[in-house]
């Protein structure tokens, strides 16, 4: 079967500068798919041009059997929901309205908020644990509590796809674990969500299904993790030499980088790809 959300043959770029050639990715419908990879790779860009928000410049992305160029915009946002890397709320707007702005894709002209609304969007807030914040300024939240107002307000446009840029970015480990129980939750109830994590060990603990990208961005692997991921796949996509072993909480693999040597020198190269491959 043909999943929902799939692309063909994409070449992604900025202007002159390629970010990836002859791409190719299946979202199986129903999953929690995560997408991993060292830094400027291209995961973002992948995620921007599954959202519309980047043309590819070769190749393209299909979304329910068609290419996704090919709807308005406001087809597109009925199907399926994007939370941007930096969101950023209107001064002095409440969680409530925030969450309301959701509905614009099925508002009309001559259709003004109706109850069906105000239903939908009391429910995004209620399953994203917001309900009790309605009426706080946005401004007034922690970081964590602003991650739930969103993805409320992305859960208020109805959609069965959600795809999150690196929704735990600059989230303290505790807020980090909050949003990615509620994406699992999310996931749980019946949703497909795509999103890009920094942290690989957060990444095998709650994908399903699994895309890790080279710089160049191609395919290193794409799978269950427990299937795909190991020591040589991490030493060769992120340069850590490591173990991989399961995890005691979930079982799903864990990442235990080796301990340097006191006689072997650390490289600039390998310290960045490894605060790439934590997070950093």
Known sequence: MTPRLH?????LAYDQRTVATDLGVRIPDGSFT????????????????LARMLKPRTGAVYLDGAVISTYRSRE??????LLPQSSIAPTGITVGDLVARGRYPHQRLLRQWSREDEAVVTEAMRRTGVLEL?????????????????LAMVLAQQTSILLLDE???FLDIAHQIEVLDLCADLHDQGNTLVAVLHDLNQACRYASHLIVMRPGGTIAAEGDPGAIVTAELVADVFGLPCRVIADPETATPLIVPLRRRADQPATVGAAVVSRAAAGG
Request: glycine share 10%; net charge positive.
């Open 7 to 11: 692309a063909e043959n994409l070449t």
């Open 34 to 49: 995560v997408i991993v990879g060292p830094n400027a790779c291209g995961k973002s860009t992948l995620l921007k041009a």
């Open 76 to 81: 597109v946002a009925r199907r399926l929901g």
């Open 134 to 150: 309605s009426d706080r300024l946005v401004d007034e939240l922690s970081g964590g509590q602003r991650q739930r107002v969103w």
């Open 167 to 169: 929704p735990t970015t």
